[in-house]
């Protein structure tokens, strides 16, 4: 695991072990901690100058959020996501992230329009520069904006969950054998900002349903692939 503890800053009075629960699944989305990688809690409370009991209560937390696995005598380990997983979660997220799409065409207002322009063009910035890492960053935030903006607590909430459990595929190897499909990709997410500029949520939804779907058959496929000894 990389050395993340120099970028855990308490904030208070947000529980302690809130804040350590988001930092390390945070972490764990932007791949400074791998997949089967094993947590310690005495290293990590030295690293972060905290007692065992926040770390300890935060492995319950992402124990419970899917993205840890407690192994009897052994510790606890980042879960490896499967083919399975994959094929869980992608079409339930792709119905309800384009739900949330359509209910944010009835709601977004200039501030959250503003956001997700800038990210878009944050977006555009990191293709130009063959940049997936920062790419990846933008666009997940671009989703989260426009998700945000539908305005349905338990709809964010059940989707902030499934999509950090997806985005697992982008710290992947997949990713930047993916790379060459980040430009076409550009204008599927400005099609998505025309589309709430203009209120089109019946339109909307099929849009992001099938941009959730079509990602999901290519890391299907791209699984697959890796399954096969010559890699073709």
């Not at 293709?127 to 890492?133: C, D, I």
């Not at 903006?149 to 990713?175: C, G, H, P, T, V």
């Amino acid at each position: 695991m990389e050395d993340i503890s120099s970028e855990f800053a308490p904030r208070y009075p947000i529980l302690l072990t809130e804040q350590v629960a988001e930092f390390l699944a945070k972490a764990l989305i932007e791949g400074q901690i791998k997949q089967g990688e094993r947590l310690n809690e005495n290293e990590l409370g030295r690293r972060f100058g905290i007692s065992r009991s926040p770390i300890r209560e935060s492995f319950r937390v992402l124990e419970r959020d899917g993205f840890l696995i407690r192994v009897p005598r052994k510790g606890t380990f980042v879960r490896e996501i499967t083919q399975r997983d994959i094929e869980e979660i992608f079409p339930v997220r792709a119905y309800l992230e384009g739900l949330a799409a359509r209910m944010a065409a009835s709601s977004i207002d200039g501030k959250h329009m503003d956001e997700l322009k800038g990210l878009l063009g944050k977006m555009v910035e990191a293709v130009k520069e063959k940049n997936p890492a920062r790419y990846r960053k933008h666009h997940f935030e671009f989703h989260n904006g426009f998700i945000r903006a539908s305005k349905n607590a338990i709809l964010i909430n059940i989707l902030e969950r499934l999509r950090r459990q997806s985005i697992w595929y982008m710290f992947s190897d997949f990713f930047s054998h993916e790379a060459f499909e980040l430009e076409s990709a550009i204008s599927v997410h400005q099609k998505i900002l025309e589309l709430l500029a203009e209120r089109r949520g019946e339109e909307l939804d099929p849009l992001v349903r099938d941009h959730v779907f079509s990602t999901y058959h290519r890391f299907l496929r791209f699984l697959r692939m890796k399954a096969t000894p010559t890699g073709k």
